[in-house]
């Protein structure tokens, strides 16, 4: 059976912002609480801030970008977040852009693959309570962190494309996707999640997470096309050139410059799930179908047009027709 689960669909300036998401996943039937990368309010601390005002639920981070923090500053952050909150966390990570790496770094990563190779395969030793020795060539360091007794952990790797999909195959708990059709998935991410696995003799596959945008038509709602949605909530992705390669091979029209043009492929594709909500549910059952292991709601262009409390109250009756009451 898929899980459903929330993202935070805003990034918080108060705290008091992000409560009722997360109080959404402690009362309905979501299993977690996401967050993105965020550059306001940096989303350990959001998650380590709502433990303390009590509202305990697991947690994802899909994804962190590696050029922010040392392999072993992200096993402590992850680590600290499970034992503040005393759940489950998935921390993800992703390479970022080219320019976002050139502008922390220097230069963009030479090798992103072997980057994220070296960097996954640390923090999943760290929180393991290895001690780390790595000798280059992107990372030499060595370290464990001090025994304590916490919640898991999974590490996770955000995947667009093949490549990388392999790699997740190889060395993640889990694979997380953001915008991506869930005929690519099925066709194209999934079979190479397992050709990584079957490479390293993996005997199990890692988790597969979607961030799956959406967003409902309904009366008295006026400019929830599901186009103009999926524009409101995904623009800096469908400009973005590592998103326009991927949403090019899944068969977008990426071609014309137009970002209008590729909103509608985005919607044509499932990629959002848009309409009302019977037509939302059938495509979600299409990732269901195509072997996601948990689908994440994501209501950002809800949130962004029309405010959180109708951010809320999609994602309410999305999560009551989609999985059952805990």
């Given at each position: ?152 952990v ?8 093949p ?21 690519y ?18 005997t ?15 009366e ?16 800096a ?49 299409v ?23 109708e ?12 999985v059952?009451?805990?």
């Amino acid at each position: 059976m898929t899980d459903y689960s929330v993202l935070l669909p805003s990034v918080p300036r108060r705290l008091e912002q992000a409560l009722p998401f997360a109080g959404l996943v402690r009362w309905t039937g979501a299993c977690r609480l996401w967050q993105g990368q965020a550059m306001v309010m940096e989303p350990h601390q959001t998650f380590t801030g709502m433990a303390g005002a009590g509202f305990r639920v697991p947690t994802g981070f899909g994804v962190t970008l590696m050029p922010l923090r040392h392999p072993f500053e992200a096993a402590l952050q992850a680590r600290s977040v499970a034992l503040a909150t005393g759940e489950s966390v998935i921390a993800g990570f992703g390479p970022g852009s080219r320019a976002f790496q050139e502008n922390l770094l220097g230069a963009p990563y030479e090798k992103p693959l072997q980057v994220a190779r070296q960097y996954v395969q640390a923090v999943r030793r760290l929180l393991d309570g290895e001690t780390v020795e790595m000798d280059g060539p992107h990372y030499t360091f060595q370290g464990q962190l001090p025994p304590a007794v916490a919640p898991r952990v999974d590490v996770g790797l955000g995947v667009l494309r093949p490549a990388m999909a392999r790699l997740a195959g190889e060395v993640a708990d889990v694979v997380i996707t953001w915008l991506t059709p869930p005929g690519y998935l099925r066709e194209v991410i999934l079979p190479a999640v397992v050709e990584g696995a079957e490479r390293a003799g993996r005997t199990s596959l890692p988790r597969v997470v979607a961030m799956v945008p959406t967003g409902l038509e309904k009366e008295g709602r006026q400019g929830a096309e599901p186009e103009r949605l999926a524009l409101a909530g995904n623009s800096a992705h469908m400009q973005a050139p590592h998103y326009l390669d991927m949403l090019g091979r899944a068969g977008v029209d990426v071609g014309s410059g137009r970002i209008q043009d590729v909103a509608r492929g985005v919607v044509e594709t499932g990629a959002f799930a848009g309409g009302d909500l019977p037509q939302v549910l059938k495509t979600l059952r299409v990732y269901e179908e195509a072997g996601v292991d948990e689908i994440v709601l994501n209501a950002t262009a809800v949130n962004k047009l029309f405010g959180a409390q109708e951010a809320l109250l999609d994602l309410s009756a999305i999560l009551r027709a989609a999985v059952p009451p805990r």
